[in-house]
Each structure stands twice: as structure tokens, then as C-alpha cells.
């Protein structure tokens, strides 16, 4: 005899689906914990178009000390950014002997586009004015191919994860455990990508005699001083401070003497 009451059905039921619900969700949260805030541009106006053909005019008949000014107003006050108009940037900045600039664009143009030719141009400049935060080994060099392809990977990811809870909605009274099973591997794969080789944040030093102390205040050790252009893992925050590696260790930097590229 079954003894199942109506109630008890409805029970099951709901628990089912609130696991079902949690199950397509986390995608979703998957995909803002790896983008972070999604910020929506409206398209460039006609003026701005503008600008920027007469700043590439400029720019290719090597007048590099007008184009800066203007891709500079791009860059920083329309926020109307590329990596071509980063690698733009960095050569009018070389060619200018800015070399702290030219790293800096260089950096931002890695971190949008992961190229193992901006790099090798990244070490290359870093090398000369003998700037730490640069490794030319090969297994930099294979990190960067690994990032390359790392965000069209999680897409792809995050992608079969919807498509398959979609599914998995249309067929939650066929479904077997084995198949609940295998999509939680999946998530949980899924998450182990995005955690695991997800791209580090580096803090680029801006200011020279940036100093980097032992604790997060100005009554801490002082124990070395930066060079405009080091690149420094960031490990966090601490209030006006960034918490970053420094030669195997912890140190502490104003954060407005770098600038954080994610």
C-alpha cells in the first residue's frame, strides 16, 4: 500500500525543483564571478570617429607628439578602448622615449589581448631599464599562450553549462541520477578552471620612489623602493594599500603609486 500523501508529494516536488533551480543558476554565477561588473558602452559618436582618423593620420605620418594627446583623451577620458589603439599608444610612447608609458600601454594591451609578441616586447623593454616583474622563461611564455585562450575557453564553458541546464529543465522527469551527476562534475570542473588559471592581477608602478614597506602603514619597515614600470603580483587590499609578492615575500605599496591590471 502506498501510503504517500498528496503533501508529502508536493514536498518532493518543490525540493526537487529548488535543487533544479540552484543547479541552472550557478552557471550564471560562474560567468559574474568570472567577468566581474559588465559595463555597456554606447557606440562611438561621429566627433569621436573623428578624432580618432585624424589621430591615426598623425600617427602614421610619425608625428607621435599630436597623436598621443589624442589617444590619451580615448583611452582615459571616453574609455573607447582596443588593443590596437593600446599597441598605438605604446609605440608613439617609445618612439617618444617615455619608457615607464610605453610599459604601461604595453601591460593594459597584454592584459585585453595576451599575445606571446607583446611580451616578448614587454621583457625586452624591461630588461633595458632593468625592471623586475618581467620572467622571460619558458614557462612565462607558455602561461601567456595559456591565457590567450583562457576567456574563449570559460565562454565555451559557461556556455555548455546553460545549453545543459536548459536541457536538463525540459527532461528533470526523465533524467537520471548518473546524468545529475556528471553536470555537477561538470560545474565542478567548470569552477576548478575558472579558480585555478585564472589571470593574476598585477599592480604597474606609476610614481618613481614608489616605496614598498613590510606592513601596511607609513610607520612600517621600509624595505625597497620601486622603479616606474615593475610589475608586481597584487594579492589584495589593505585600505590605501596593495598587499603584493616582492622577491618570495609579501610587501606593501600606495595604491595610487601603481596601477592594477586585471
Known amino acids: 500500500m502506498n501510503l504517500t500523501t498528496p503533501l508529502q508529494k508536493e514536498t518532493r516536488t518543490a525540493l526537487r525543483l529548488s535543487r533544479l533551480a540552484?543547479?541552472?543558476q550557478l552557471p550564471f554565477w560562474l560567468l559574474t564571478t568570472a567577468c566581474g561588473p559588465i559595463n555597456f558602452s554606447a557606440s562611438p559618436t561621429p566627433k569621436v570617429v573623428a578624432e580618432v582618423r585624424?589621430?591615426?593620420l598623425l600617427f602614421e605620418k610619425g608625428d607621435y607628439a599630436a597623436a598621443v594627446p589624442r589617444y590619451r583623451a580615448q583611452i582615459w577620458q571616453r574609455q573607447q578602448v582596443s588593443p590596437r589603439l593600446l599597441?598605438?599608444?605604446?609605440?608613439?610612447q617609445h618612439q617618444l622615449r617615455h619608457y615607464p608609458a610605453e610599459l604601461l600601454y604595453l601591460n593594459l594591451a597584454q592584459a585585453r589581448q595576451?599575445?606571446?609578441s607583446t611580451w616578448r616586447q614587454?621583457?625586452?623593454v624591461a630588461q633595458r631599464q632593468r625592471l623586475v616583474g618581467y620572467p622571460s622563461t619558458w614557462q612565462q611564455e607558455l602561461r601567456v599562450q595559456a591565457l590567450r585562450y583562457y576567456y574563449p575557453g570559460?565562454?565555451?564553458l559557461l556556455m555548455g553549462a546553460v545549453v545543459a541546464a536548459i536541457l536538463l529543465l525540459l527532461r528533470r522527469g526523465r533524467s537520471g541520477r548518473?546524468?545529475?551527476?556528471?553536470y555537477a562534475a561538470y560545474l565542478l570542473g567548470t569552477g576548478a578552471y575558472l579558480v585555478l588559471l585564472r589571470p593574476e592581477p598585477v599592480g604597474v608602478v606609476t610614481h618613481a620612489g614608489s616605496a614598498l614597506m613590510a606592513g601596511p602603514g607609513?610607520?612600517?619597515?621600509w624595505l625597497s623602493t620601486a622603479a616606474p614600470g615593475d610589475r608586481l603580483p597584487v594579492l589584495g587590499h589593505d585600505d590605501i594599500w596593495l598587499r603584493v609578492r616582492w622577491q618570495e615575500r609579501v610587501a606593501y605599496l600606495r595604491a595610487t603609486d601603481a596601477l592594477v591590471v586585471e
Open 22 to 24: 540552484w543547479f541552472i
Open 54 to 56: 585624424q589621430a591615426d
Open 87 to 92: 599597441l598605438r599608444m605604446a609605440y608613439a
Open 114 to 116: 595576451p599575445r606571446l
Open 122 to 124: 614587454l621583457v625586452a
Open 154 to 156: 570559460l565562454q565555451g
Open 178 to 182: 548518473g546524468t545529475w551527476l556528471a
Open 218 to 221: 607609513a610607520g612600517a619597515a
